[in-house]
């Protein structure tokens, strides 16, 4: 079987086993760190493309444990190897520290890259090259050389303005349990990008998908409205007009933040939401809640009756935040 390492949005550690092995069949998991995941596989190299929560994969030349992972004796150590899987085209060798690129003497990179070219036949480019070989020397005291396989194909460039990632979204959707008799809202929906990967990723009986944006709302009808069990419709958040009572077994959602919305007190804002989101919901019904306003968001949660489950922090788009899970309670 190959070994190969995978990196992933930070904070979800706990969640990448099972996304692993429910969107990659087969795969065995080696050990998860932060941000990284390493794993054995033994289908096509191609199939990794699938596990579309990675941002880059490698295949795994060399691991390294201990004072043997510190960058210089990795470096020293890559320079004996005797054989290297093909490879075509060109090439350049990239170091990187607690995943930061790092310089190394120039002497030492030219006499790799020699090695590697003589290996396989290719030739260097540093600036547009067809493969790269890392060196990556992690704080756990763990380090790989490895090939580069492939980046993630949707980059924000890709996005609307504020859409959510799609691996965001599923390991979102992942917290809530869905099973199949399960009726899911999201109701600050935007472009759609939760209930996208409930839709594609997981059981469920209804997906009710709204937004108080008339265009938006619009969008996600031409897009959304023909699936199975699929309910668009242009509504407030703050009421969920239309909604019976508790009839909601989880609300998965990433509400305005205040940030660049026109929100006076986005804490007042969330307490109104909550209080929407105990009419809809069953008993011991679910919130899986995306927010950067991370003091407002927890502190309303709690006078509203919404007991933390669950919280782990992330980054998005380099804005530190936190995805909840939280539980309705009893009555207030």
Known sequence: MGAYISTFPTG?????????????????????????????????????????????????LREFQGPASQMDSMVRSAAGIKSLPPSRGSFRVRYSVKNQFVAVPKERTRQLEGKIAALTHAKVDRVSPDTEYWFLQRSEGVGFFCRLLGRRQATERDLHPG?????????????????????VLDPFAGYGAIPKQVLGYFPYAMVLVSDLDRDRAVDLRASLGGKRGVSVAQRDALTLEGIPGATVDAIITDPPWGYYEEIEDIQVFYRGMFASFRRVLKPRGQVVLLSARKREAEAAAQEMGFPLRQRYDTLVNGKKAAVYLLEVGPAL
């Open 12 to 60: 979800f550690a706990g969640l990448i086993p099972t996304a692993l092995q429910k969107l990659l069949p087969g795969a065995q998991v080696v050990q998860v760190y932060d941000g990284l995941v390493h794993y054995r596989y033994g289908g096509k190299p191609g199939d990794l493309g699938k596990v579309f929560l990675f941002h880059n994969t490698f295949l795994v």
């Open 163 to 183: 859409e959510l990632r799609p691996e965001l979204a599923y390991l979102m959707a992942s917290l809530a349990k869905l099973g199949r008799d399960s009726v």
